[in-house]
């Protein structure tokens, strides 16, 4: 079997947490959690990840500047990290905006599970 796929997912609202992590379990990814962007920064630091999921709207550090400074890391296997947003208010967005912030792609809430499964594995074959 082969290794399963470790993916970060900053999001503080524990309801879309508990969600995400049933869904991605179910298909044997491995999920870790940070509450807000700094946390998913100390986390990168100190592990290897596949595919960050991150939530726009974070405390102390929102999803678009931490996606940001991931970007602008020397380490091209963490700033070349496929990331998703996750945002509630995606009409505020167009894709080449996300693209802009630095996102490969994005996944809008209320999270619908083939679509956050189908975008995930876009990116983790």
């Known amino acids: 079997m082969n290794e399963s796929k470790k993916i970060l997912v900053g999001e503080d609202s524990s309801v879309i947490l508990n969600l995400t992590k049933s869904i991605l379990s179910f ?14 920064l100390d986390m990168l630091e100190k592990e290897d990840f596949d595919l960050i999921l991150m939530d726009l709207n974070m405390p102390v550090l929102d999803g678009a500047t931490c996606t940001k400074m991931i970007r602008a890391l020397d380490d091209e296997s963490k700033s070349k990290l496929p990331i998703i947003a996750i945002t509630g208010n995606m009409n505020n967005y167009t894709m080449d905006e996300f693209r802009k912030l630095g996102f490969d792609d994005f996944i809008q809430k209320p999270l619908d599970y083939d679509k956050l499964l189908v975008t995930v594995k876009k990116f983790l074959v």
């Open 27 to 40: 298909e044997k990814y491995e999920m870790k959690a940070a509450k807000n962007g700094k946390l998913v």
